[in-house]
């Protein structure tokens, strides 16, 4: 995207908005998230992480460079204390958050449900709809009600290839349309 285009100024304008308005400090600029989300401050956002629309982020959230989260994901659970026969629930405080981890360029599904302290490793992907209680190793495709193993993204000398690309400083931002491959970098 040219630096000098309407657009870009746009969304460079909207992110000072955004990381003002919840207070991110912990995000890299690159990074990017659509209105209309729940997000805490301490979240974690490496370069070019997107989060769209409608998502809730907790504390002690890390997102990966190139992670996208589509509409309306949620990470949630382990935040309430449940188990004191002396008091309800709503009177019994919280604990601390457990930590989440989702690694580089994974890809979250809409509407998926990610309980608090998972980690997804790099290059996974969750399917649409997906409820994710147990952590998911890198580079598998996981969906449904839990999230059960699908097929494996890559195979393994895709995934050599892939992490040399994820550690490569010299990545150029390319999209694909109509299978038309556009360079922005020029």
Request: no cysteine; glycine share 10%; proline share 5%.
């Amino acid at each position: 995207m040219n630096k000098l285009s309407p657009r870009y100024i746009y969304r460079s304008l909207k992110m000072k908005y955004f990381r003002f308005k919840y207070g991110l400090k912990n995000v890299h600029p690159t990074f990017f998230m659509v209105g209309g989300s729940a997000v805490s401050s301490d979240l974690v956002a490496h370069e070019y992480a997107y989060v769209g629309k409608g998502a809730v982020i907790p504390p002690r959230v890390t997102i990966g460079k190139y992670t996208m989260f589509a509409p309306n994901v949620q990470i949630l659970g382990g935040d309430h204390i449940f188990d004191r026969t002396d008091t309800p629930i709503i009177f019994s405080g919280r604990p601390e958050m457990p930590e989440t981890i989702i690694g580089e360029d994974a890809w979250i599904g809409a509407n998926v449900m990610i309980m608090a302290g998972v980690t997804i490793g790099n290059g996974a992907i969750i399917a649409a709809g997906s409820i994710v209680t147990k952590d998911v190793p890198p580079y598998e495709i996981r969906g449904g009600n839990t999230a059960k193993f699908i097929k494996m993204r890559f195979n393994e000398e895709e995934i050599e290839l892939h992490k040399k690309m994820l550690q490569s400083n010299d990545i150029k931002a390319t999209f694909t349309v109509n299978k038309k491959i556009t360079n922005t970098n020029s």
